[in-house]
Structures are given as structure tokens and as C-alpha cells.
């Protein structure tokens, strides 16, 4: 602690903007997106604060339009991971005993900054790199980043204030050490305010970070490392390669100093990695921390109660925007057989009125690309078998285009067989499996939810029946770590909806709430005597 018990600025949900036509954010950030879009863009690794550039580089396209090129970046070699990770490790004694107050400041100047002058730039490339519309980029790269800034200062001085009592003549203390090593964070690709979370979360609590974002979202990165950058984060706090993940995965769950994984990506990559560091154990000098937001199957549940039209808007909104890309989005869906047809009805009414995907340029789409030909390629195996099973049949969409971007129509598959493999696994793209139920099997269908999946993310339950409401809060207690009542089952925001899931979903730390932030401090409890005692004999010893 400095010279001053500080209090941090309350913080606040960043607002929406709205994009409207006419508006003067539309305008800015179509023309940085124009700007974006026609230049060529060299990225630069980050280490030690130094730009690094290696020969071996791969091109930059956008997934709406991948026959187009806005720019390259460039591979590590297992030379530079080692330079990234020493050059951690030499700036950690200083950023480690940095007063907060100063490492606050950063993450809040770096939110403000994303919130004024860099938010066309990190909405323009989010758009860009992961084919985000302006709406879905703004509630992500701009709102959400800035919210895991601001909140997680204010968490930050709720932790260091959290305090044990102390008894008469003694002192207690709790200091709040950052990991003794460096922590390694890997982000997915789906969410930039993640990218941005990961690496900053870790940074924010006095560690040094080792960072390796996707290879599908690293336009967008290179903003986020501008960010911090121009908040003045020191250099070597922040170290960020790119390339082989295999590779970097290996230098760095191989090293001695290894003290913290801040993982957000899919189930299989995690337990392949937590495995490694089991594997490596004996290396550390201590025990790692392991924080994993893993993959989903989420559900949207409708009770025979449920007004039809609230479940299909559910379903349009929670399935299919961002092309079903969020980690929460609904992707198996139980109906009642009294309101199957109206609620499939009104879903394929809205598919119907979406402008066919195409770039988040034209603010008119609702649907753009999925990520890449990979994802692309799989989805399209998925409605091809659902178009040939005898068990299912596609109610909505269905169709898919690569020719110019990777284009898959929203799709509804119905099957009548409750463990059809899109039930079951998790697709991450803009299609959603319905199975519909019996009215009156409301309660064995609550037990079909919680056991059909491995995963435990996100699930919505809609109903206008307390007691059935009360009786899916219960039976699907472990089936979600975030439920929905009455809701879609996507759009957690920062200091109100604190986000993760358990069972295969990950180990549920809750991203954007001081329960994370702990996971990247060890506690040293200080307690101090005032009056030292001089005589080891206690007064049962006397005579
Ligand atoms: P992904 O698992 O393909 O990649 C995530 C990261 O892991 C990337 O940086 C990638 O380069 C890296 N990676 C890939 N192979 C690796 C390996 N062998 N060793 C080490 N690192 C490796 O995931 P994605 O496609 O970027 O993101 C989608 C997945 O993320 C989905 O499963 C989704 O559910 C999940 N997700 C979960 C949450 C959550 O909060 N639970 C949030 C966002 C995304």
C-alpha cells in the first residue's frame, strides 16, 4: 500500500451504441472498416515491448470474403518463445511490486481509451477478423473488453481490502502476491473482449503474461496490444507470440516458472493441456493454477406455459447471432408438442426475413461468416447428414456457399431421436437441433436436459408456471453455470452475469468477478506481535 487507502472510480457498464443510419458512429466506423479493408498490415509479434517480425508468415483474410487479403502476420520460432518468456520473467520484479493504484490506473486508462479514441479501430478489425457485425463487435471488443477493465480494478481493491480480524496485541495481514513466475494465456477466437480478459486479468493482479491469441483473431489482437501500449503497461508485462500452438504450448508448460494457465477454448484442448501439466509437475517450482472456459452444448427448455413467440425469438436471437459462434449459444432445443409448430413456425419466419450471410459491411445482415473453411467444412458435414438420417430432417435453412466467404444459412434441424448427434455435440456454428417432447413429459424431459451432454455452460428454461420453473431450477442445478429464466441463454454482461460453466464447460472461475482474479494471487498472511513473549512456560505449568 502507498500513502492512501484508494478508492477506485465506481465502475459501470459501458453503454451500447447504437449504429443506427445517420449516426455518427456508424459513419466512423464504416470509414475505418473502409480503411482497414484496403490496406495491407504487417503484425508484429510483441516482446519484451519490442516489435518482432520473422520471415515465416501467414496472410490475414476476412472470413466474408477470404479470397481477399488485409495484411500478414508472423510465426514465433522456439527461439523467441524463449526470449518472450525471459523477457516475463525480468520484468516481473519490478511490475510485481508496482504499487496497485499504478497498475489500476493502466486498465483503466487502457478502458477509456478503447471507449473514446480506439473504438472504431477495435470494433473495425473485430468486424474484419472474425466477421463480427457492428452490433455484435460493440457489445464484444468495445463494451465487454472495457467492462473486464473497469470492473476487475474495482474487484481488484475489494480483494486487497478483504482483510482477517486481529485479536488484542497482535497485527494480522493478508497481501495479495502475484504468482511467483509467469502465467500463460491462450484465447480463443470468438470473443476479442476475451482475448483482451485473459492476458489483462493476470497482468492487472502483478504477474507477468506469456500470451498466444488464436490465429483467427489476430487483427483484431494487434489492436488490443495498441491499447495497452498507449495506457503505458511497461514493456515485458504483456509478452505475445503467435504461431504453432503446439510449439509455444510446449516452452511454456515446460518451464521451471510455468505458475498459471488462463485458457478460454475448446473442451478437448483443455484436458490435453491439463494433462501436460500434470505430466510436467515435478518441473514447477510451484503449483500451477488452472483456469479453463471450455466448450458448450447450451439448451433452451420450453415449458407447455411459454408463450410461443417469446421461445422462437429465444431460439433466433440465442442460436443463431454471431452464427451461433458464442460459447453460450443455445444449440439443442426441447419443445412441447402443443407449441412445436408455432414456435418452429415463427423461427423459420425469422431465418426467412434475415438478409442471406453475407459481410458485416452492409449493417443490413444479421448473419455473416463463420470463422474459417475448417468450421465451414464441418457444419456443412453436419446438414448433409441431417438431410440424409431417417431420425432428422432440416425445418429451417440449410444451406451453405464458400465460394466467396464462409456462408452457412442458419439452420433448424428436428430429430425425434432426443441423443441425435447434433444433440449431443457441439458444433459451434448457426445451427440448432430440436427435439420436441410429450406436454406431459415435462419432468422426465428435465432429466433428458441434464443428461444428454458432457458440457455445462449456459441454459435457458422458459415458462409461465412458477411451480415448473421451480422444478427445472432444481432438476438442472448442475446442468448450467449460468441459467436463464425467461431469457435466451447468451448476453452475460461484466458485473452483472459473472460467466462460466462446470462439468466438461471448464473449472467455472467466473471471467469478469473477483472469484477470477483470485486464482492469479497467492496470500501471504503477515501476522505481527507487539509484545513478544519472553518465558516459553504457560500458567497450566505452574505449580
Ligand atoms: P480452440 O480450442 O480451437 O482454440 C483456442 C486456443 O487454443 C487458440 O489460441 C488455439 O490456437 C489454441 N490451441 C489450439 N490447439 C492447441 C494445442 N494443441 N495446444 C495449445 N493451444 C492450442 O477454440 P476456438 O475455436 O478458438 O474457440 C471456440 C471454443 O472455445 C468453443 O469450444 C467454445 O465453446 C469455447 N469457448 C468457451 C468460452 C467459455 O467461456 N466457456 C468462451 C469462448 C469460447
Not at 518463445?81 to 486508462?109: G, H, Y
Not at 432440416?394 to 456457399?401: K, L, M, Q, W
Request: with cysteine; net charge negative; charged share 20%.
Amino acid at each position: 500500500m502507498g500513502k492512501g487507502f484508494f478508492e477506485v472510480p465506481t465502475a459501470i457498464n459501458e453503454p451500447v451504441k447504437g449504429y443506427a443510419p445517420g449516426s455518427p458512429e456508424r459513419a466512423e466506423v464504416l470509414k475505418q472498416y473502409e480503411e482497414f479493408y484496403n490496406q495491407q498490415i504487417d503484425i508484429p509479434m510483441f516482446i519484451g515491448g519490442k516489435e518482432v517480425r520473422t520471415a515465416n508468415k501467414r496472410p490475414l483474410s476476412p472470413p466474408h470474403d477470404h479470397q481477399h487479403q488485409v495484411g500478414e502476420y508472423s510465426l514465433a520460432t522456439e527461439e523467441l518463445v524463449d526470449k518472450a518468456i525471459s523477457n516475463a520473467l525480468e520484468s516481473r520484479s519490478k511490475w510485481a511490486s508496482m504499487r496497485w493504484e499504478q497498475r489500476a490506473a493502466i486498465f483503466l486508462k487502457a478502458a477509456e481509451l478503447i471507449a473514446g479514441p480506439y473504438r472504431a479501430k477495435i470494433n473495425a478489425a473485430t468486424m474484419i477478423a472474425q466477421s463480427k457485425t457492428i452490433h455484435q463487435a460493440e457489445i464484444d471488443a468495445a463494451c465487454e473488453l472495457i467492462d473486464f477493465l473497469r470492473f476487475n480494478v474495482e474487484y481488484m481493491s475489494q480483494i486487497y481490502a478483504e482483510q482477517p480480524d486481529s485479536a488484542e496485541g497482535i497485527w494480522n495481514r493478508v497481501e495479495y502476491r502475484p504468482l511467483e513466475g509467469f502465467v500463460y494465456a491462450i484465447t480463443p477466437f470468438n470473443f476479442t473482449a476475451i482475448a483482451g480478459n485473459l492476458p489483462a486479468s493476470a497482468a492487472m493482479m502483478g504477474n507477468v503474461v506469456l500470451w498466444k491469441p488464436s490465429d483467427s483473431q489476430i487483427y483484431s489482437a494487434k489492436v488490443i496490444v495498441d491499447v495497452f501500449k498507449a495506457a503505458g503497461l511497461p514493456d515485458g508485462v504483456i509478452n505475445v507470440v503467435y504461431g504453432d500452438p503446439v510449439m509455444v504450448t510446449d516452452k511454456a508448460l515446460g518451464h521451471a516458472d510455468f505458475s498459471g494457465l488462463h485458457f478460454t477454448g475448446s473442451t478437448d484442448i483443455f484436458k490435453k493441456l491439463w494433462k501436460q501439466i500434470g505430466n510436467n509437475i515435478d518441473v514447477y517450482k510451484t503449483y500451477p493454477r488452472i483456469v479453463g472456459e471450455t466448450g458448450g452444448k447450451d439448451f433452451i427448455l420450453a415449458h407447455p406455459s411459454a408463450p410461443a413467440q417469446q421461445v422462437a425469438t429465444a431460439i433466433s436471437r440465442g442460436a443463431f447471432e454471431f452464427q451461433g459462434q458464442k460459447c453460450s449459444a443455445a444449440s439443442r432445443v426441447y419443445l412441447p408438442a402443443s407449441k412445436a409448430d408455432e414456435i418452429l413456425a415463427s423461427v423459420k419466419a425469422d431465418i426467412e426475413s434475415f438478409n442471406p450471410p453475407g459481410s458485416p459491411a452492409d449493417m443490413s445482415n444479421f448473419i455473416t461468416a463463420v470463422i474459417h473453411e475448417g468450421s465451414f467444412d464441418k457444419l456443412a458435414s453436419y446438414i448433409d447428414g441431417a438431410k440424409s438420417d431417417s431420425n432428422a430432417e432440416i425445418v429451417a435453412g440449410g444451406n451453405y456457399d464458400k465460394s466467396k466467404g464462409y456462408f452457412i444459412e442458419p439452420t433448424v434441424i428436428k430429430t425425434t431421436d432426443p441423443h441425435y448427434v447434433t444433440m449431443e455435440t457441439e458444433l459451434f456454428g448457426p445451427v440448432v437441433t430440436v427435439y420436441v417432447y410429450q406436454d406431459e413429459d415435462w419432468s422426465s424431459v428435465l432429466k433428458l436436459v441434464d443428461t444428454t451432454s458432457i458440457y455445462a455452460l449456459t441454459g435457458a428454461v422458459l415458462s409461465q408456471d412458477r411451480y415448473a420453473i421451480e422444478e427445472a431450477t432444481t432438476a438442472l442445478e448442475n446442468s448450467a453455470g449460468n441459467f436463464y429464466i425467461n431469457d435466451k441463454p447468451t448476453g452475460a454482461v461484466v458485473g452483472q452475469q459473472p460467466f462460466g460453466g462446470a462439468r466438461a464447460s471448464g473449472t467455472n472461475d467466473k471471467a469478469g468477478s473477483a472469484q477470477n482474479l483470485l486464482r492469479w494471487v497467492s496470500p501471504r498472511l503477515i501476522k505481527e506481535t507487539f509484545v513478544t513473549p519472553e518465558d516459553y512456560r504457560y500458567p497450566f505449568l505452574g505449580k
